[in-house]
């Protein structure tokens, strides 16, 4: 059986570590023994209760201030590189999830290990971190896997062969929306966006557009706590129809209800990898609108089932949510596609790439193509 040791530096409940939980349980059914090094969020996280994976806690914590939460991340680097410098042999693998755990890819490579790195983001601040993370996963990884073909395009990767494997919806997330074939008119017509309490998310531009449409409900769950979602709501002086929810373990209740799902981030600021919540929505049937750059518009097809636009122009926002609620027939059309569309991002697809991925380092004189 070999091992593979996992590293995320934050177990919280938003996209990355959920997408990270998927693969460490289909090394898992594949015989690999998984270790896992990982801080949790005062909140919780996804990753917690892996069953039959060894959890290792990690000295990490962020913080309001930027150099303290800059010298907590370096601390955790260098405690990883030693423990895993202690624990690594040359057959174990190290999985390194977005390129922040940059001390265990080190550490696997020194001690003569395969590394896989699986990269989500292309926003890291300061430019000079980036850089020299980016510089560490080229002297250390054998294989990238990047979650789009738009983040794919964002690195120049020449050492490590690269793939695209894009994230898929849980088996069981997949059942239970499947579960729900009529849409729920029960309650006014929703708009639904699920994502952390950054202004750079939308969650402005979110309020606003519920100001703007006073006849819409509007539904705002944060990857936060009850008491910064409550000083949210108060601070951003949201409308009586614009609710505003803390972290959930549980949001199919919130998707059942909605009508669309919209992911606001704003385009200068932050670029969308992928977007597993408008994946979540379009499960439930539920249009989508996303921003016009990143890799969230591989979900969308415009016209089709949802729109791409930018969360600053409020009113063609706005308009296009006028537009889904006023025409029942267009909606139901739009709705449609946006079920066949989730259908293309299945676990067994997931599954079955990521699993080529690793196979592959088995023997170094197997080699994947890079995707073009």
Not at 23 to 48: I, K
Not at 173 to 187: D, K, P, Y
Not at 199 to 210: D, L, N, R, T
Not at 297 to 303: A, I, N, R, S, Y
Request: hydrophobic residues 40%.
């Amino acid at each position: 059986m070999q091992q593979i040791f996992a590293v995320h530096l934050l177990n919280d409940y938003s996209g990355s570590p959920m997408v990270f939980k998927q693969a460490l349980q289909t090394l898992q059914e594949n015989g690999h023994r998984v270790h896992l090094f990982t801080a949790t969020a005062a909140t919780g996280g996804c990753l917690s209760q892996l069953p039959n994976v060894t959890l290792h806690n990690l000295p990490y914590k962020r913080f309001n201030n930027r150099l303290l939460t800059l010298l907590s991340y370096l601390f955790v680097q260098a405690y990883l590189f030693f423990v895993l410098l202690a624990r690594l042999q040359k057959t174990d693998m190290v999985y390194v999830n977005t390129l922040l755990p940059a001390g265990a890819a080190l550490a696997g490579r020194l001690r003569g290990c395969n590394v896989v790195y699986h990269i989500h983001e292309v926003s890291i601040s300061p430019a000079a971190l980036k850089k020299l993370l980016t510089a560490v996963a080229e002297f250390t990884a054998d294989r990238v896997i990047f979650v789009s073909d738009y983040v794919r395009r964002s690195y120049a990767f020449v050492r490590p062969l690269t793939c695209v494997v894009y994230n898929a919806l849980s088996p069981d997330f997949e059942q239970t929306a499947r579960q729900t074939n009529v849409l729920n008119f029960t309650h006014p017509f929703t708009v639904l966006m699920l994502c952390s309490l950054k202004a750079y998310k939308g969650v402005y531009e979110f309020v606003e557009c519920a100001r703007q449409l006073p006849h819409i409900r509007f539904m705002l769950v944060l990857n936060a706590g009850a008491a910064d979602a409550e000083a949210f709501k108060h601070n951003s002086q949201a409308p009586p129809n614009c609710h505003i929810y803390p972290v959930q373990t549980n949001t199919h209740v919130f998707y059942k209800q909605a009508h669309v799902v919209v992911n606001f981030s704003r385009q200068q600021e932050w670029v969308e990898t992928f977007g597993l919540t408008i994946l979540e929505g379009m499960a439930y049937g539920l249009p989508a609108i996303v921003p016009p750059v990143g890799g969230v518009c591989e979900l969308v097809k415009p016209g089709e089932n949802g729109y791409c636009l930018n969360s600053a122009d409020t009113n063609a926002v706005t308009d296009a949510l006028k537009e889904l609620s006023g025409n029942l027939q267009w909606y139901l059309t739009m709705s449609g596609k946006s079920r066949l569309m989730s259908r293309n991002f299945g676990i067994h697809t997931f599954g079955r790439q990521l699993t080529g991925v690793f196979e592959s380092l088995k023997s170094r004189a197997n080699q994947i193509p890079p995707v073009e």
